[in-house]
């Protein structure tokens, strides 16, 4: 429930910061202990409009009608879980119930009312709740059970006075407090606040996550080499864990075997760690762009949508890319931050902007390549930053019809630098080190098979000499 806010009170937004947990096993049972309250809490209003709804009966679906249940119920029926955490599982019913029913009534009739039970429901606290000093967080409990201290892996990254909620949950295969905080759009001090009539065309890509170029002709390049080799490392390691896991695969029904729920559980927590590292590489490459846009005062971004080729087949591996490129997400997150910082975006047509002359505005063929040249008026730059600036001129509005300037500052940053391999600094764990030995090594080779046996008797290699020197080289 939205607070009341004061009319004509500061601009806010509000920004969520999933923070991990570091619990002692007693800890971990009683956070897994709320998390089940919360499911039970889910599961038993949906029984509850069942047996309703097979009496005829109209269900129960309003927040306060919920909560008046939930009193009635009486303390303790739902174990450790207090009152505040269990009306976050009702507001969340009461929320997908008349969303779904809008849904429907607006013509989508295969839309369904919630019904599915969950083992694990997340669960949320309001402001005043619960407490949290640095990263010790205090959840409040039912009557008659102590409150759940948890500690955070690290500090929330917003000022304690911002922060309005915590979500308790469970996502691949850890434990998650959603800190949730309320804050104020920047203010600027006078003449530093961005200037909506400076405009920047922003190009989205596979390459360069985001390429920026302003009408005054300075521009911004965002390489994203180190999403991509993230992607193709993380490919080859499951392919890799796939082959392994096969080979050693215990017989079928091996009473009482926890190979295959450890293997699971393994790929899980792997698969979360690389989409944690995707996204925050993506959060970086974004915060580049609006700290550039904020040292131009640059007030509005207008990006070139270029979802319309999402829908086009483009080859088995060109499609993986684009699915693996996460668009809705790269503008999505550019606005989030863009809208904190008080700068506007516009989405437009990217449609033809990779093979336009940026000032010419001619017809040029498609560059292979990452340079773009015109033959009619001998222009070369950058194909992205070329692309970006065409999508410049078309902000609504009309801000810039001028043909853009280039040829100003070019300034790169690169996205993922965190990431394991993404520097020389840090060395990839799943790489091996360079060779040390000087020279070379001779034609690179494929590793051998890999030996059936693990333990290879000498008597065995002593019995068939000639199969090891065909060319009989003794
Ligand atoms: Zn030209």
């Given at each position: ?12 937004v ?37 047996w ?51 849904r429907r ?24 709740t ?31 006075d ?59 390049l ?24 096969a ?9 009482g075997?926890?190979r295959?729920?450890k293997?699971r ?11 944690r ?26 990006v ?30 550019l ?16 449609r ?69 391999g ?12 360079p ?40």
């Amino acid at each position: 429930m939205p607070r009341r806010r004061v009319v004509g009170g500061p601009k806010v937004v509000h920004r969520t910061a999933r923070v991990g947990l570091r619990l002692t096993a007693r800890q971990r049972q009683r956070c897994f202990g709320l998390l089940r309250a919360g499911g039970d809490v889910w599961a038993c209003v949906l029984e509850l409009n069942g047996w309703r709804h097979r009496r005829q009966d109209r269900p129960v679906v309003s927040y306060q009608e919920l909560c008046r249940l939930l009193a009635e119920s009486g303390p303790g029926t739902f174990g450790e879980l207090d009152s505040a955490g269990a009306r976050s599982v009702l507001r969340r019913y009461a929320d997908a119930w008349f969303s779904a029913a809008a849904r429907r009534k607006a013509g989508h009739s295969e839309v369904r009312y919630p019904r599915r039970r969950r083992a694990l429901l997340p669960v949320r606290w309001y402001h005043g709740t619960f407490r949290l000093d640095g990263r010790r967080l205090r959840l409040p409990n039912a009557a008659g059970h102590p409150p759940l201290y948890v500690r955070l892996d690290r500090l929330v990254p917003y000022p304690p006075d911002t922060i309005r909620s915590v979500t308790l949950l469970f996502d691949g295969g850890r434990l998650w407090v959603d800190v949730t905080a309320e804050l104020p759009i920047t203010v600027y001090p006078p003449g530093q606040q961005p200037d909506p009539a400076r405009v920047a065309g922003v190009d989205l890509g596979v390459i360069h996550p985001y390429a920026v170029a302003a009408d005054q002709g300075d521009a911004l390049l965002v390489s994203g080499r180190a999403i991509r080799a993230e992607h193709r490392l993380h490919l080859a390691d499951t392919k890799a864990r796939r082959r392994a896991t096969a080979r050693r695969a215990p017989g079928k029904g091996q009473r009482g075997s926890r190979r295959w729920r450890k293997t699971r559980r393994r790929a899980r927590l792997i698969e979360g760690r690389h989409q944690r590292r995707i996204r925050q590489a993506g959060q970086e490459a974004a915060k580049a762009v609006i700290n550039w846009a904020v040292q131009q005062k640059v007030g509005t971004l207008t990006v070139g949508d270029p979802r319309g080729v999402l829908d086009r087949p483009a080859g088995r591996r060109h499609n993986l890319r684009l699915r693996q490129w996460q668009i809705g997400r790269a503008i999505t997150v550019l606005k989030d931050k863009a809208e904190l910082a008080g700068i506007v975006v516009h989405l437009v047509d990217e449609r033809g902007t990779s093979s336009t002359c940026p000032r010419c505005r001619q017809k040029v063929v498609k560059p292979r390549g990452r340079t773009m040249t015109c033959k009619q008026c001998m222009f070369v730059g950058h194909r992205d930053v070329a692309a970006a600036s065409t999508i410049a001129t078309r902000t609504p509005g009309g801000a810039t019809s001028t043909p853009p300037t280039m040829g100003g500052v070019l300034t790169h940053r690169r996205a993922g630098r965190h990431l394991p391999g993404a520097g020389p600094s840090r060395r990839d764990p799943r790489r091996r080190p360079p060779p040390v030995t000087s020279g070379s090594l001779g034609r690179l080779r494929p590793a051998p098979p890999p030996t059936v046996r693990s333990r290879s008797s000498p008597h065995h290699q002593d019995e068939e000499p000639q199969h090891h020197h065909p060319t009989g080289a003794r």
